[in-house]
């Protein structure tokens, strides 16, 4: 089988998915920009060749190395970074040298959050109520029908980078005369918890790997730079699988990693946000590992060559991210936390630059059969002084 891993550099902790296919006899082509002298050594050993593109974003540079390997090597049988800002470009690739996964035709319901909601629609859901708006009078028009606050984030984005609460008729005007040239979404605001649906499914589009996870509104984190901290559950709620898996089957998704988001309504209600064709970011890939004792990059390797998920899923633990900030000061160092919390306490570590804006500049993983105790540890790494 020969694999292309693109920026198989980036993000570092990715870097067990090249190593396990590996194991399992995959020829790992690499193709990226970083030069080969700068690929950690354990990188380097993971791949059969490695093709270096000066820019990555040209997508004639990228055509050259698959037509090199496929001079090379023969058929590519799989391309994929698991990474949101290549999506399209694996797509693209995959359209070009018919190679199996997502693809060009299947990016705009991917990528695009107005094209979500239809496919939420398809799903049986109720998606949030809103539209793409160009002009200011469609704007006018839209706050009249749902009224304010108003959630504006771009039709075509990640997390919630350039996402803006809206609040009034003034609000409005000022956001559309210093808009971004890129259309814009703008929704009725949602009040409640983010939950989600995360998992992996198998060549045949069966769901062999899920997980669920909390978290608060990471709009307030990224704008604010608070702190910040999000908790893998033990258990998965039925209305949020029942919704996850209607999505996973109207997307047809097979041999893919998911991360579905939704909002708990204070009243109990589940409303779609957004989906994600990827593993969660930061560092949740590892935490699904600690959360159930498994090798999730293992089975991925697993279900690619084999279409096999071996491992035992039974959620042992409940499982969070704790992220900290250098510019807010702490009650506790983190000697202080690694003393009280020894057994709990499964990472900590400096965030990758291209993650802090979201998750911290500092973080910890924290793991307990007991949630409540999680939630503890999470208030007692991020207590300030």
Same mark, same amino acid.
């Given at each position: 089988?020969?694999?292309?891993?693109?920026?198989?550099?980036?993000?570092?902790?990715?870097?067990?998915?090249?190593?396990?296919?590996?194991?399992?006899?995959?020829?790992?082509?690499?193709?990226?920009?970083?030069?080969?002298?700068?690929?950690?050594?354990?990188? *380097?050993?993971?791949?059969?060749?490695?093709?270096?593109?000066?820019?990555?974003?040209?997508?004639?540079?990228?055509?050259?190395?698959?037509?090199?390997?496929?001079?090379?090597?023969?058929? /590519?049988?799989?391309? $994929?970074?698991?990474?949101?800002?290549?999506?399209?470009?694996?797509?693209?690739?995959?359209?070009?040298?018919?190679?199996?996964?997502?693809?060009?035709?299947?990016?705009?319901?991917?990528?695009?959050?107005?094209?979500?909601?239809?496919?939420?629609?398809?799903?049986?859901?109720?998606?949030?109520?809103?539209?793409?708006?160009?002009?200011?009078?469609? @704007?006018?028009?839209? @706050?009249?029908?749902?009224?304010?606050?108003?959630?504006?984030?771009?039709?075509?984005?990640?997390?919630?980078?350039?996402?803006?609460?809206?609040?009034?008729?003034?609000?409005?005007?000022?956001?559309?005369?210093?808009?971004?040239?890129?259309?814009?979404?703008?929704?009725?605001?949602?009040?409640? $918890?983010?939950?989600? =649906?995360?998992?992996?499914?198998?060549?045949?589009?069966?769901?062999?790997?899920?997980?669920?996870?909390?978290?608060?509104?990471?709009?307030?984190?990224?704008?604010?730079?608070?702190?910040?901290?999000?908790?893998?559950?033990?258990?998965? $709620?039925?209305?949020?699988?029942?919704?996850?898996?209607?999505?996973?089957?109207?997307?047809?998704?097979?041999?893919?990693?998911?991360?579905?988001?939704?909002?708990?309504?204070?009243?109990?209600?589940?409303?779609?946000?957004?989906?994600?064709?990827?593993?969660?970011?930061?560092?949740?890939?590892?935490? =699904?590992? =600690?959360?159930?004792?498994?090798?999730?990059?293992?089975?991925?390797?697993?279900?690619?060559?084999?279409?096999?998920?071996?491992?035992?899923?039974? *959620?042992?633990?409940?499982?969070?991210?704790?992220?900290?900030?250098? @510019?807010?000061?702490?009650?506790?160092?983190?000697?202080? /936390?690694?003393?009280?919390?020894?057994?709990?306490?499964?990472?900590?570590?400096?965030?990758?630059?291209?993650?802090?804006?979201?998750?911290?500049?500092?973080?910890?993983?924290?793991?307990?059969?007991?949630?409540?105790?999680?939630?503890?540890?999470?208030?007692?790494?991020?207590?300030?002084?």
């Amino acid at each position: 089988m020969n694999f292309i891993a693109f920026s198989p550099h980036y993000p570092p902790n990715y870097l067990p998915f090249w190593v396990n296919l590996r194991r399992f006899g995959v020829n790992v082509l690499g193709l990226g920009d970083s030069p080969w002298d700068a690929l950690r050594p354990e990188v *380097r050993s993971a791949l059969s060749e490695y093709y270096h593109v000066w820019n990555a974003q040209d997508y004639d540079q990228l055509i050259r190395a698959v037509g090199y390997f496929t001079y090379r090597y023969g058929k /590519i049988d799989r391309l $994929e970074s698991h990474n949101e800002f290549w999506l399209e470009s694996d797509a693209r690739l995959r359209t070009d040298f018919n190679i199996r996964g997502l693809h060009s035709e299947q990016i705009p319901a991917i990528k695009r959050k107005s094209e979500m909601k239809k496919m939420f629609a398809k799903a049986g859901l109720q998606p949030i109520r809103g539209r793409v708006c160009h002009t200011l009078q469609e @704007a006018h028009a839209l @706050a009249d029908e749902l009224g304010f606050p108003l959630i504006a984030k771009p039709d075509i984005g990640v997390g919630a980078f350039q996402t803006y609460r809206l609040q009034s008729r003034r609000d409005l005007e000022d956001f559309f005369a210093r808009k971004p040239l890129v259309e814009y979404l703008l929704e009725e605001q949602i009040e409640g $918890e983010i939950v989600t =649906f995360d998992g992996l499914t198998n060549q045949n589009g069966k769901i062999v790997f899920s997980s669920s996870m909390r978290y608060g509104s990471v709009m307030d984190i990224v704008n604010n730079q608070t702190s910040f901290w999000y908790l893998i559950t033990r258990q998965i $709620e039925p209305d949020v699988e029942t919704a996850g898996r209607k999505i996973v089957s109207v997307y047809r998704l097979q041999e893919r990693f998911f991360h579905f988001e939704f909002f708990r309504t204070p009243d109990g209600g589940l409303r779609p946000l957004e989906v994600n064709m990827r593993p969660p970011g930061g560092l949740t890939t590892d935490m =699904f590992n =600690f959360a159930n004792d498994i090798d999730v990059f293992y089975e991925y390797a697993n279900v690619v060559v084999n279409n096999r998920f071996d491992a035992q899923v039974t *959620r042992p633990y409940a499982c969070a991210y704790v992220g900290r900030r250098n @510019a807010i000061t702490y009650r506790r160092s983190v000697q202080e /936390i690694l003393s009280a919390f020894p057994q709990q306490t499964v990472y900590h570590g400096v965030i990758d630059g291209a993650f802090a804006a979201a998750i911290g500049d500092y973080g910890f993983i924290v793991r307990s059969p007991y949630e409540e105790e999680v939630v503890e540890i999470a208030s007692f790494i991020i207590e300030p002084a």
